[in-house]
C-alpha cells in the first residue's frame, strides 16, 4: 500500500512567507552578457521604452551609453534623473542619486521602475554605499523595481576564471547571491564574430582622434578565444540559475513527473552485501555521461539500516554522489517520490536471478507500477553466498525471543481473563478484546509478535469461547468466515499499528533533534567568547550523543589551540590533518580510522576555523544520519566561531581608526605649533652670523649647528604636517602631462648637496610615454628614495635610476648598493613611524616612506620595496614604482592668423 503523498506544512508555510516578502519587495531584472559591446545597454533602455509606452513609471537613474549613437537616442526618449555632483580629488564627478530616485518611488508607489546601467560599479568614495548594486537593493527593498546590466566577469565566483582566461582582473564585482536573487535574467548574446566586426567598426569604443583603445582591447580582451571562453560561462551560468528555478517550482507544487531536460542519475541503496555493485556502476555511467548521480537508501519499519548499507553510503559520497536517507513504509514510493522532487530521470537499481515466492514482484516493477516516466536500469546482483557477511547486524536471541513470549503470555492472559465472561458477553466483543491485545503487542513489542498474537487470539478464541468448547472443531461453518476476518483484521491492524509507531518514533527523533540545533543555534547566537561556544557545543553532543567532545581553534599563525571545558582526548597529528586539509579524519573515515575520536574540520564562510574532536561512547561507529547531524553542528560552531572574530576585527578596526585619528590632529596640532619658532630659530641663526662684530670661528660654528639642527627639524615637521594632509585627504593633485625625464633630473638637482660625488645611473629609454603627475609631489616621491639611500648606503656607492614601459603601465627603479631593507619586513617600511634601523645615530622619525606611498596611491599607482640578491648575498635595496598610463592629449599645433587654412 503506497503512502499519501502531503505537503509539508512547514514547506508551505515558508513559502507563503517568501511570497509575501516578495510581493512587499520590487523585483530585479538582470541583462546579463558576456563582455562590453553585446548590446545590454541597448536591449534594457529598448524594453523600458516598451514598458513606458504600457503606461509604466519609467526614469534613468543612470545610464552609461560611451557615447553610441543609438544608444544615446533611446536614452533620449526616456525620463532622467540628475545626477549628483560630488567633489573628488579637486575634480566634480557625477554619481547615481540614490535619493532622487527613492523619491520617484514614494511618488510611484508599487509601480515605479528605475534604470541603473552597470551593476559592478564602484560609488565615489563618501558614497552611501560602496557599490552600485547595494544602491540596488535599497530601492528594491523600498518596493522600486530596478532594471540593470552586469558582465559575467562581474560575478565574484568567476571572478578568479575569468582573469585567468583573459589575463585581466576585474575588481568590480557583484556577490552571486544578488545575482541569483534576481526575478529575471536576460541573455543579451552576440557571436564572436560579430562582436570583433562591431569592434573593428568602432561600435564598442568610438575613435578620438588617435586614441587606439580599439585596437588595444582586441589585442588583449577581445581575442576570439576568450569571447568563446565568456560566452560559454554566461550561457552555462545562466542555465544552471534556471535549473535552480525550475527545482524550485518542482518542489513547491503537488507531484510532478520527471522532466528530462538534464540527465541524471539515482541510485537505489539496498540492505543486501551487493549493493555496493549498484553504487560504483551508477558511478561508472555518471562519469562516462558527465552528469550527476544521488545514491539513496529507504529504511523501512522493522530493517534499520545496517553498518554494511553505511559503509555502502560513504563510498557513494567518496565517489562523488549526493546521499540520502529515506524512512517509509514503501520503498517504491519513496523512491519514486524522492526522483520527482529532484528530477532525477534515471533510476538504477539491483536485480536478483531468483525469487522468494513466485507472486513476489521486484522493486524495480513496483516502481515502474507507479512511474511511468522514470527509466529503470537494473544491474545484475550475484545470488547472495552462504560466506557473506549478513547485511543486518543479527539480533540476540534472548531478545528476539522475548518478545514473542511476551505476545504469548498477553494472549493467554486475555484468555483467562475473558472466560469467565463467556456466558455474558458476546462473542463479537470477545473477538474485540483479541484485537486489542495485538493492537497492544504491537504497540509494545513490534510487528513479528503482533503476528503471533494473531494467530494465537484466533485459536484460543476458537478453543475456548466457540462450541464444542476445549476443542478446535467447529460446529457451525460460520465461525470459519469469522475466524479468518478475525485473522486478517489483526494481521492488518497490528502491521499499521507497529508501522505507525515506527513513523512516530522517527517524526520525534527528528523534531527532538531540529529542536536541539535550534537551541544550539540560539545559545550561540548570544555566545561572545569561544569558550562559550565550546562549551554550547559539549553541552549539544553529551545531551545529543552522550560523547565527549574538545573544541580546538587556529590562532593568527594557524597553530591549534585546544579551548577549555574539552573532554576527549586529542591527537594533535590526526587533528592538524584535518585542519590543513579541511577534511574529516579519525573513527568512522578512511583517514586514520584506527584513532579513537572523529575528528571534524570547522568550516565558516571564509575559511576553516579550527576542528572538532569527538569520542563516541563505547567506541560505537557513527551511522550516516548521526554524522550528518555532527557536521551540521560544527558548521554551527564554525560560523559562531568566524562572527566572533570579525566582531573582534571590527573592535580592533574602531579602536585603530579611532588612534589613526586622534594621531593625526596631534600630529596636524604639533606641527602648526612649531613651525613658526622653528622658522623664527632659522632666521635667528642666520642673522647672528651676518651680525657685526664678525664672529670668531668658533662661535661661526657654534651657529652653523643650530642653524643646520633647526633645519632639519623643520624638515622633520614638514614630514609630520604633510603626513597628516595626505591621511587626512586634504591634498589635491595638480596634475599635468608631464615626461618622466623633467622629473627625475629635477629630484637630481635638489638632492645635489646630499648626494655629493656619488655614481647616480639614470638609464630612462627613449619613447616613455608621457606621465599624468602632480610633479611637486611626486618630486616629493623621489627626492625622498634619494635621501633615504644617501642615508643608509656606504659613502661613494652607485644609485641607479631606471624605468621600463607596460601596455597598462610604466614602472620606476631605484637601486642602491647598501645593506638592502629587514628581512621579513619589507613592507613595513613603508608605514608610519617605521625604521630600517631602530636604534640608529641616523636623524629621521621614519615618515619619509610613508609619505611615497601616500603620494604614489593617490596617483593612483603603487609602491613597494624588496632586496636584490645573487648567490644569497644581499646586494641592496630595490624600490619599485608603478604608475598607471593614460591617454595624453593629441598635439594638434595652433594657427596663427598669417598661417593658412588648411
Not at 245 to 261: F, L, S, T
Not at 337 to 348: F, G, K, M, P
Not at 455 to 469: A, I, S, T
Amino acid at each position: 500500500m503506497s503512502e499519501p503523498s502531503r505537503p509539508d506544512p512547514d514547506a508551505l508555510l515558508e513559502r507563503v512567507q517568501q511570497e509575501e516578502a516578495r510581493a512587499r519587495r520590487g523585483s530585479l531584472k538582470i541583462f546579463f552578457g558576456a563582455s562590453a559591446g553585446v548590446g545590454k545597454t541597448y536591449a534594457m533602455l529598448s524594453a523600458a521604452r516598451a514598458a513606458l509606452a504600457q503606461g509604466t513609471p519609467v526614469t534613468i537613474g543612470v545610464v552609461e551609453t560611451h557615447g553610441r549613437p543609438d544608444t544615446e537616442a533611446l536614452a533620449r526618449g526616456l525620463p532622467r534623473l540628475p545626477l549628483r555632483s560630488v567633489a573628488y580629488r579637486g575634480h566634480q564627478l557625477h554619481e547615481f542619486d540614490l535619493d532622487a530616485a527613492l523619491a520617484f518611488g514614494a511618488q510611484h508607489p508599487g509601480q515605479a521602475l528605475v534604470l541603473l546601467d552597470e551593476l559592478a560599479h564602484s560609488n565615489v568614495a563618501g558614497a552611501r554605499h560602496l557599490k552600485r548594486w547595494q544602491d540596488a537593493e535599497e530601492l528594491l527593498v523600498a518596493g522600486i523595481d530596478v532594471w540593470s546590466t552586469m558582465n559575467v566577469q562581474h560575478l565574484e565566483s568567476l571572478n578568479d576564471i575569468v582573469s585567468g582566461i583573459t589575463g585581466i582582473r576585474v575588481w568590480e564585482t557583484v556577490p552571486d547571491r544578488f545575482f541569483d536573487g534576481a526575478d529575471e535574467v536576460v541573455v543579451v548574446d552576440l557571436p564572436p564574430d560579430e562582436l570583433l566586426e562591431r569592434l573593428k567598426a568602432g561600435k564598442v569604443y568610438l575613435p578620438h582622434g588617435d586614441d587606439q583603445r580599439a585596437e588595444r582591447a582586441a589585442a588583449n580582451f577581445f581575442r576570439k578565444g576568450n569571447l568563446l571562453a565568456l560566452r560559454e560561462l554566461a550561457l552555462r551560468r545562466t542555465a544552471d540559475r534556471v535549473d535552480d528555478e525550475m527545482r524550485a517550482y518542482r518542489r513547491g507544487g503537488a507531484d510532478k513527473p520527471v522532466w528530462p531536460n538534464r540527465e541524471a542519475l539515482l541510485a537505489g541503496v539496498g540492505p543486501g552485501a551487493h549493493a555496493e555493485k549498484v553504487v560504483r556502476s551508477t558511478a561508472r555511467m555518471a562519469a562516462q555521461l558527465d552528469v550527476s548521480w544521488q545514491a539513496v537508501h529507504v529504511e523501512t519499519p522493522g530493517h534499520p539500516m545496517a553498518e554494511a548499507t553505511q559503509r555502502t553510503l560513504r563510498l557513494a559520497e567518496s565517489l562523488g554522489a549526493t546521499t540520502a536517507t529515506l524512512s517509509s513504509t514503501d520503498a517504491a514510493t519513496a523512491l519514486v517520490r524522492h526522483a520527482r522532487e529532484h528530477n532525477l530521470a534515471r533510476l538504477v537499481l539491483g536485480r536478483r536471478r531468483k525469487r522468494r515466492w513466485p507472486w513476489q514482484r521486484s522493486l524495480a516493477e513496483h516502481v515502474a507500477e507507479r512511474a511511468d516516466d522514470l527509466d529503470v536500469m537494473q544491474i545484475a546482483l550475484p545470488a547472495a553466498r552462504a560466506d557473506a557477511p549478513p547485511s543486518v547486524r543479527p539480533e540476540p536471541a534472548e531478545g528476539r525471543w522475548r518478545g514473542y513470549l511476551g505476545a504469548a503470555a498477553t494472549c493467554l492472559l486475555m484468555a483467562l481473563l475473558a472466560l469467565p465472561l463467556r456466558d455474558v458477553l458476546e462473542r463479537s466483543n470477545i473477538v474485540m478484546l483479541f484485537l486489542l491485545v495485538v493492537v497492544g503487542v504491537a504497540l509494545a513489542l513490534g510487528r513479528g509478535p503482533a503476528v503471533l498474537a494473531a494467530f494465537l487470539g484466533v485459536g484460543l478464541f476458537d478453543f475456548l469461547f466457540v462450541p464444542p468448547f476445549h476443542n478446535f472443531a467447529v460446529s457451525d461453518v460460520e465461525y470459519l468466515v469469522t475466524f479468518g476476518v478475525m485473522l486478517v483484521v489483526a494481521l492488518v491492524v497490528g502491521q499499521l499499528t507497529a508501522g505507525l509507531k515506527q513513523q512516530a518514533e522517527a517524526a520525534t527523533l527528528r523534531e527532538h533533534r531540529v529542536r536541539s540545533l535550534y537551541e544550539m543555534s540560539r545559545d550561540l547566537s548570544a555566545a561572545l567568547l569561544p569558550t562559550q561556544v565550546a562549551e554550547i557545543g559539549a553541552r549539544f553532543l553529551t545531551g545529543e550523543f552522550g560523547a565527549r567532545s574538545t573544541l580546538l581553534v587556529a590562532d593568527e599563525h594557524d597553530r591549534l589551540q585546544a579551548l577549555e571545558g574539552g573532554s576527549a582526548p586529542v591527537d594533535s597529528a590526526v587533528a592538524q590533518w584535518a585542519f590543513e586539509r579541511g577534511e574529516e579524519a579519525g573513527r568512522g573515515t578512511d583517514t586514520l580510522p584506527a584513532s579513537a575520536c572523529l575528528v571534524l574540520p570547522l568550516k565558516a564562510p571564509m575559511r576553516v576555523r579550527g576542528v572538532l574532536v569527538i569520542e563516541p561512547p563505547g567506541g560505537r561507529p557513527w551511522g550516516i544520519e548521526q554524522r550528518r547531524l555532527l557536521q551540521t553542528g560544527a558548521s554551527l560552531l564554525a560560523i559562531s566561531l568566524e562572527r566572533i572574530h570579525y566582531i573582534e576585527v571590527a573592535q580592533s578596526s574602531t579602536v585603530q581608526i579611532e588612534s589613526e585619528r586622534l594621531r593625526n590632529s596631534l600630529l596636524s596640532a604639533i606641527s602648526h605649533d612649531l613651525r613658526t619658532p622653528l622658522a623664527s630659530l632659522v632666521g635667528l641663526a642666520e642673522a647672528l652670523e651676518l651680525t657685526p662684530p664678525a664672529l670668531s670661528p668658533a662661535q661661526r660654528e657654534v651657529a652653523g649647528a643650530m642653524r643646520q639642527s633647526a633645519q632639519r627639524m623643520n624638515a622633520l615637521v614638514n614630514n609630520l604636517l604633510d603626513m597628516a594632509r595626505l591621511q587626512a585627504g586634504a591634498v589635491q593633485l595638480n596634475r599635468a602631462w608631464q615626461p618622466l625625464e623633467e622629473v627625475v633630473g629635477s629630484a637630481l638637482a635638489a638632492c645635489g648637496p646630499l648626494l655629493g660625488k656619488r655614481d647616480i645611473r639614470v638609464d630612462l629609454p627613449d619613447g616613455l610615454p608621457l606621465l599624468h603627475l602632480d610633479t611637486v609631489l611626486f618630486e616629493r616621491v623621489l627626492v625622498n628614495l634619494l635621501e633615504n639611500a644617501a642615508k643608509y648606503t656606504p659613502p661613494g656607492s652607485a644609485i641607479e635610476i631606471s624605468a621600463r614601459e607596460r601596455s597598462d603601465s610604466v614602472v620606476i627603479l631605484l637601486d642602491d648598493h647598501g645593506p638592502g631593507l629587514p628581512k621579513g619586513h619589507e613592507a613595513r617600511v613603508f608605514e608610519k613611524f617605521e625604521r630600517g634601523q631602530r636604534e640608529s645615530a641616523l636623524p629621521g622619525v621614519g615618515l619619509g616612506l610613508a609619505i611615497c606611498r601616500a603620494i604614489v596611491q593617490a596617483h593612483g599607482g603603487t609602491i613597494e620595496g624588496h632586496n636584490r640578491e645573487a648567490g644569497g648575498t644581499v646586494e641592496g635595496a630595490r624600490f619599485v614604482i608603478t604608475l598607471p598610463r593614460g591617454t595624453p592629449p593629441a598635439d594638434l599645433g595652433t594657427h596663427t592668423e598669417d598661417a593658412p587654412p588648411p
